[in-house]
């Protein structure tokens, strides 16, 4: 299994607390991505990052930040949740430019915005 | 608008026939095709790609064919097996972009 980590893997909080879903690699891979999964919807990509300190939006970007201080971590905030973004995140990794190459995924977090 | 859609959302398939998992996709510029799989509680894994190059990529017992005139792509899996069921997620990546697009998923039964 490629070493990929999401922590945590479960989280229920309250409504207009921030909240920040951790991603860490031990490949050294250039490329990071977070997705959200939603039933109706698939995989929804809300930011990625191409290098340390370099990120773009996806497109379902608002009301989530992103950062990557580090090659191997790469950190999703909400700053004031709300119900709509509970959802399973899935952080992903890939060697290359382009998903091209074989990308991996982490198993996922589920949040809960109650 | 979803550029990559799965208009099936679930398909059910006998142990030993094959099953065929359809996408349909919308955005000429989209040049790489790859499928996952999903199970539950675990994230997606890579399954079979293929390149705009090519209308057929073959690994196994997965076979992704695809008709760029029509924006359509397939994946077949011969012979069905039990593990086979899961979600199948097709993507969809862009020549001058470094982000893939999903479609909402088929989950497919297998049964024994």
């Known amino acids: 299994d490629a070493g990929i980590t999401q922590s945590p893997r479960h989280k229920v909080t309250e409504t207009g607390t921030p909240v920040t879903l951790r991603c860490h690699q031990t490949?050294?891979?250039?490329?990071m991505y977070w997705y959200r999964q939603d039933p109706g919807h698939g995989l929804r990509l809300i930011h990625y990052?191409?290098?340390?300190?370099?990120?773009d939006k996806g497109e379902v970007s608002d009301g989530y930040s992103v950062s990557r201080s580090k090659t191997e971590d790469f950190l999703l905030t909400l700053e004031s949740a709300t119900s709509s973004q509970t959802s399973v995140y899935f952080c992903?990794?890939?060697?290359?430019?382009?998903?091209?190459?074989?990308?991996?995924f982490g198993q996922g977090t589920r949040l809960t915005v109650v | 608008d979803q550029q990559v859609k799965q208009n099936s959302p679930s398909l059910s398939v006998q142990e030993g026939r094959i099953s065929i998992l359809n996408c349909d996709y919308t955005?000429?510029?989209?040049?790489?095709f790859l499928w996952y799989k999903k199970y539950p509680a675990e994230g997606p894994t890579f399954l079979i790609s293929?390149?705009?190059?090519?209308d057929k990529n073959e690994d196994g017992r997965f076979t992704v064919f695809l008709n760029k005139s029509a924006k359509h792509l397939s994946l077949h899996i011969v012979p069905s097996q039990p593990g086979d069921s899961a979600v199948y997620f097709c993507?969809?990546?862009?020549?001058?972009?470094?982000?893939?697009?999903f479609g909402a998923g088929t989950i497919l039964r297998v049964k024994s």
């Open positions: 490949e050294n891979h250039r490329y």
């Open positions: 990052s191409y290098g340390v300190k370099d990120t």
């Open positions: 993507a969809a990546s862009a020549v001058n972009g470094n982000k893939l697009v």
């Open positions: 293929i390149s705009s190059i090519k």
């Open positions: 992903a990794i890939s060697q290359g430019r382009r998903l091209n190459t074989e990308a991996f």
């Open positions: 955005n000429s510029m989209f040049d790489y």
